[in-house]
């Protein structure tokens, strides 16, 4: 083998996006030990960064160690019990992977499904939760990165506020770059990754459960299906007990604590607006271009956006091409749309009118 | 949160050990796409490397996405079936985790134990194996990490070869620092973690399956209980389909190549004989202080050394000062012998006589 030396890819596509330099120096820190008195500090600090981020007051935020699959998993593995009901939302590959995971805990999937590219219909959804009043919980994606849709979903979690039914959002594409308001909108348990919007290598998933989630896992019937992912366990390690669990992954933490900071010394808001201004200008630019957009308007995510390219385009081709001539990566699509449409990613340090000029100059060469 | 400066701790606990400099500054390459081709190409080259590594040519050896308990929760989730039987051997820590991890999968455990700090017998775990010939598999530790034990496993290998009951070794404190061949010992499912002797920081668990595993897996009746470790998906991503599972943690995958680079120019062999005699001066050295050796006498393992202080000594007391006052990471005792035993570790480029005269020395001061 010889020495790593990878070009330097400008990544557009649905993440992993460019990941500032300070951050990759911060993850090259020599390590301290996964007990080590500083280390305990820096998880503090880390937690409540992410809480600021999730904006929550929940104490159980923390990254699990696995990259956004994880954190989907122990989402599920822990409030669901072999038996429960799970009402699942699905427009999209994630929507679709979270009933795959529900039905291997154990549980029953009722589904409520939409056209991809669409929104989810909040009524429909409560009205399916009116019938399923025992349904543990409800999932949806609020970022659906495989479609480039942002659902809404104040709806759904004001009306299960007083329910007993858990409220399960998967904000993946959406922590960092999205408003996400974890308390303020009822969202009882909630999952990222650190590879989109928070631009750190991908390696964890940022986790945050509320009250109602903890009282449903503390009266737990059953032990939690997966050792690795299970908050009984965690919590006492992430918590102020310290009890070793397994050995976290120190420097991907160290990375995650620098991008946390990054995001602090801009600001949450201003972060947000940020990247919802790249994407229109990103918008603007291809829809000059003959683009078409699978999200429907009103609907559409600012840190992804998914387009059909202009008549005639050699879709997969031109992508290709891109990565080879330019060193840009695009995403493409998955599921019935593989072929088809790009995905083009806006995230974290990528979210700015330099990076959608580079685009949309390369792009007028295939014109 | 300020800058991150940590101190520079010198790490001599039962992992994370310290961390080449190539293989921090390979870490901190900047990304490209977890499905770029070149990333794909990296994959390739690691797996190799690991095969290597773990002396198999086993065609499922990679690294999965977690830390050395996510290697061991991939093996059971994956071999093992509701109803099935389980022979778990605990001797330690990790056997004992094993045997929760296989009850979570809904097998039925049979346990064979021995004291901790010494071996198991191989015969008697081999007439239990007599007893149960319906055993989907037998489970042991290589590299006790909480006790310092070394287990001979070559028999039960042996005696399993033609067997239908599959041989699964925890190497997490083995692999790249102690013999262990996969292939010529006949373990048909393996698993370690990057922190130890690999050198690497924590964050993915290598792990090799080999045919009769494999077989298994296909003719499983049921879908493994955890989607993001399910190797019948993940085979697809990491074999020649490449087909999209989880995104990768693309910089824990550089630093492991790089982990495995200075493998490969060291040579195995030559690091496992500096593992062994870094692990013989650091015993002369604690034994001519009085400290008093845990593990049995012929059964120790080099990469940690499990020590009762002398008499006197207060035992948490000085691990906290040679911390604090030294920047010497110790490990303490775990479970039945918290607060009595230090677990010292040699691993990697700590498997070295200078670091052994630091301790040493170090020592020295509170004799």
């Known amino acids: 083998m010889d020495e790593l030396k990878p070009p330097q890819r400008l990544l557009l596509g649905p993440g992993p996006c460019n990941v500032p330099y300070r951050v990759l120096r911060a993850m090259s820190t020599p390590l301290v030990g996964h007990l080590d008195p500083l280390f305990m500090q820096m998880m503090d600090e880390v937690c409540a960064a992410l809480r600021d981020t999730f904006q929550t007051g929940n104490q159980m935020t923390f990254p699990v160690s ?18 429960d009901t799970a009402v699942v939302c699905i427009n999209g590959v994630f929507g679709t992977r979270m009933a795959d995971v529900a039905e291997r805990c154990g549980a029953k999937v009722i589904r409520v499904e939409a056209e991809w590219g669409g929104p989810l219909d909040q009524q429909l959804i409560i009205d399916t939760l009116k019938q399923h009043p025992e349904a543990k919980l409800c999932a949806i994606v609020y970022a659906e990165t495989s479609t480039g849709v942002l ?8 009306y299960l506020k007083d329910k007993d039914t858990l409220f399960l959002v998967d904000a993946v594409t959406a922590l960092g770059g999205v408003d996400l308001q974890v ?5 009882d348990a909630c999952y990222s990754g650190t590879q989109k919007c928070l631009a750190v290598p991908p390696g964890l998933a940022p986790v945050s459960f509320g009250p109602k989630a903890m009282e449903v896992l503390k009266t737990r019937q059953s032990k939690v299906q997966s050792w690795y992912l299970d908050l009984t366990m965690l919590m006492k390690y992430w918590g102020s007990e310290r009890l070793y669990h397994h050995t976290a992954p120190i420097s991907m933490i160290y990375a995650l604590r620098e991008g946390l900071r990054v995001i602090q010394e801009e600001g949450l808001q201003n972060r947000i607006e940020r990247h919802a201004a790249a994407a229109g200008h990103l918008r603007d630019g291809l829809a000059d271009m003959g683009f078409g957009f699978w999200a429907a308007e009103g609907y559409r995510l600012p840190p992804l956006t998914s387009v059909f390219p202009p008549e005639g385009w050699d879709v997969e081709g031109i992508r290709k091409q891109l990565l080879a001539d330019y060193d840009i990566e695009l995403g493409g699509g998955l599921g019935p749309v593989a072929g088809k449409i790009w995905r083009i990613g806006l995230m974290g340090e990528n979210a700015c009118v330099q990076k ?12």
């Open 151 to 158: 659902q809404p979903i104040q709806e759904i979690g004001a």
């Open 183 to 187: 308390d303020a909108w009822g969202i």
């Open 66 to 83: 696995g990259t956004g699959s994880a954190g989907m998993e122990a989402c599920f593995v822990n409030l669901l019990e072999p038996g």
């Open 356 to 367: 959608v000029a580079v685009l949309l100059r390369a792009l007028q060469d295939f014109a």
